[in-house]
């Protein structure tokens, strides 16, 4: 494996804070201070937030969790992991943060393995929170037992560990406005079996300024990638609307019949798990996508 890490920022992409996001921060009337937008759908995503028992990544622009070191191992395409960070955009990466806040596309050669939700350029500094915790609460794992054998053929698997990270009503780099994202992703697996979960609550925005984003709409510009990406081995899926404006339909589709929730198994080859619309992945690999309107 290269041991360089080749997501991290070139001097020539790092951020330059503008004038305007400085008169921002300093508005206490200004659309930082109006953080908000509506709440997920009621069902969707599994409990999170102080109540659930999270903790919190700082507030800070492209920062992100310390290493957690898993409970159990996850398999993920093949190879095992005992440790995740929880970064800030977007992204849950196996060994080593991942700082960098421009998406690229997957596969990412020499790259370090990730699951990405919603990779983009989030700034909690200007509103949200990005949440996380492990868990092998009873109530959570027969949950996702149920949420799992929906789209399961043959026996269910029975997760016996899970980790839960929720991006709650995030902001972009350089926001000039009120827009915000939720979304949340869940590792799970029983032991030989890993699987993946995303759920997307309201998307608003796909693109902070350094990315060539309107600051106004928080859209253009070098959008949001969904996915992951494996790593050793250059094996990788990218969810459809991927760096497109398209991006922001993943909560109005599914490849599992609930709009917003995506399903994968990802201890071997990727899967996708559910019925219907055929969408060719990344790897040559055919996956099958369930559009819910």
């Known amino acids: 494996m290269d041991e360089g890490c ?13 004038i305007l996001l400085l008169l921002l921060l300093t508005d206490p009337w200004g659309p930082l201070g109006t953080c908000g937008g509506p709440r997920s759908p009621p069902g969707l995503l599994y409990p999170y937030g102080a109540e659930a028992g999270d903790e919190a990544t700082p507030h800070e622009d492209d920062g992100m969790s310390p290493e957690i070191i898993l409970w159990e191992t996850f398999s993920f395409y093949g190879h095992p992991y005992r440790s995740v960070y929880v970064n800030n955009n977007g992204v849950l990466s196996f060994g080593i943060g991942v700082p960098e806040f421009t998406p690229q596309a997957f596969p990412l050669a020499g790259a370090r393995p990730l699951v990405a939700p919603y990779w983009a350029d989030v700034d909690t500094r200007l509103g949200g929170d990005v949440f996380y915790r492990q868990s092998r609460d009873p109530r959570l794992l027969a949950r996702l037992g149920r949420d799992l054998a929906a789209v399961t053929v043959g026996q269910a698997p029975s997760p016996t560990w899970a980790l839960v990270a929720t991006w709650d009503r995030v902001s972009y780099f350089g926001a000039a406005s009120d827009k915000v994202n939720t979304f949340q992703a869940v590792l799970a697996t029983d032991g030989a079996a890993s699987f993946v979960i995303f759920n997307y609550g309201d998307l608003q925005w796909t693109t902070g300024i350094s990315n060539q984003g309107d600051p106004h709409s928080g859209l253009g510009g070098i959008a949001a990638q969904a996915g992951f990406d494996s790593g050793p081995g250059g094996r990788s899926f990218t969810l459809p609307g991927s760096r497109s404006p398209a991006v922001l339909s993943l909560g109005r589709r599914s490849n599992a019949g609930t709009p917003g929730r995506w399903i994968f198994r990802v201890d071997r ?3 996708t798990p559910g019925p219907t619309e055929p969408h060719r992945g990344h790897g040559g690999t055919e996956e099958r996508v369930y559009v819910c309107g």
Do not use: D
């Open 6 to 18: 080749p997501l991290a920022p070139s001097p020539g992409q790092m951020k330059a804070l503008p």
């Open 269 to 271: 080859a990727p899967t």
